[in-house]
């Protein structure tokens, strides 16, 4: 079992920035991807970005190329989603992710969750 605890939300203007943290614990050597997920109100589930075991290889969502990265630190067992010139789009709850298999952009590929954390962009 893998737990997952995202930080890191809040209310921010269009523009800013917010960085969001997801702590790993319990059998986290079972992971190799890591993932972000967003969720709006009304709208389904979308990918956000995603990288490997080193965090080496990244990949994102159109909507956020180049103004978002994901990082990890795997002494840590954390992953990061620095967030920058955000948009009211933004506006979401944004979820960490795991997987024990390669990285995708794919919900169904991650085997677990965090609880999510919410971001909000005001106009």
């Known amino acids: 079992q893998v737990q997952l605890v995202e930080s890191g939300g809040g209310l921010v203007q269009a523009g800013g920035s917010l960085r969001l943290s997801c702590a790993a614990s319990?059998?986290?050597?079972?992971?190799?991807?890591m993932a972000w997920f967003r969720q709006a109100p009304g709208k389904e589930r979308e990918f956000v970005a995603a990288?490997?075991?080193?965090?080496?290889?990244?990949t994102y969502a159109d909507s956020v190329k180049g103004r978002f990265t994901i990082s990890r630190d795997n002494a840590k067992n954390s992953v990061y989603l620095q967030m920058n010139r955000l948009k009211p789009d933004d506006t979401a709850v944004y979820y960490c992710?795991?997987?024990?298999?390669?990285?995708?952009?794919?919900?169904?590929?991650?085997?677990?969750w965090g609880q999510g954390t919410q971001v909000t962009v005001s106009s």
């Open positions: 992710a795991a997987s024990r298999r390669s990285y995708s952009d794919v919900e169904g590929e991650y085997d677990y």
């Open positions: 990288c490997n075991w080193s965090g080496g290889r990244t």
């Open positions: 319990g059998r986290t050597f079972s992971t190799n991807a």
